[in-house]
């Protein structure tokens, strides 16, 4: 079953095709954002300290999201997976690398959703005003999110590039265009044999 990284900015559809192709190929879908966002609703002590960050637009410390991935990538690994907001950052990224070699496991894809940043706004205030999510309500909240994905996470689409194992889709478009051209990637590299192959 294929291994998939999800990159791209706040808005960029990483959650809805996260979704989409976790049921079109019966796998699990590793979102660390509905991870936190149910540590806040349950009042843990993680969520009460993670929603200090995510309410601010700031990102919560990569300690804590490590910890919190390494205990979902054991659950079930021959089912395959998709990272849906994990790595954020060089160091998340750096820790990934060594988490799955200490598994003995390795990603397919990485697989990296561009949008206008205009477009991206819009598709979050218009979120926050339909569901309510606290960190889509105010456009300074946005703003800042945006900010914090160029300078932190933004520099992963030159880890994975230097990698030769980036692909990059256009997600201005419908849900359904993207989900084709993302389940073409990774169809692609099914018929190639490739996925599950654990290249490194
Ligand atoms: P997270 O939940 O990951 O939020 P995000 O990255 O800001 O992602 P979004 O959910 O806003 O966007 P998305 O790309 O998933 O788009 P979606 O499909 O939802 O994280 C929230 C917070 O948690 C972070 O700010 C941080 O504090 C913390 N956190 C999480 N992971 C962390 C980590 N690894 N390290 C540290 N902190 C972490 O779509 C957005 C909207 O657009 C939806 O309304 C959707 O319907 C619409 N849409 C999607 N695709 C399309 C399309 N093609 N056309 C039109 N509309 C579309």
Known sequence: MPRLIFLGPPGAGKGTQAERLAAAYHMPKISTGDLLRAEVKAQTPLGSQAKVYMDAGELVPDAVLVGMVKGQLQKSPEQGWI??????????????????????????????????????VARLLARGQEQGRSDDADEAVILKRLEVYRQQTAPLIDFYEAKGRLQRVNGNQSMELVQEHLQALVQGCSEAGKLGSGRR
């Open 83 to 120: 990272l849906d907001g994990f790595p954020r950052t060089l160091p998340q990224a750096e820790a990934l690398e060594e988490l799955l070699k200490d598994l003995g496991q390795d990603y397919d894809h990485v697989l990296n959703l561009d949008v206008p940043d205009q477009v991206l």
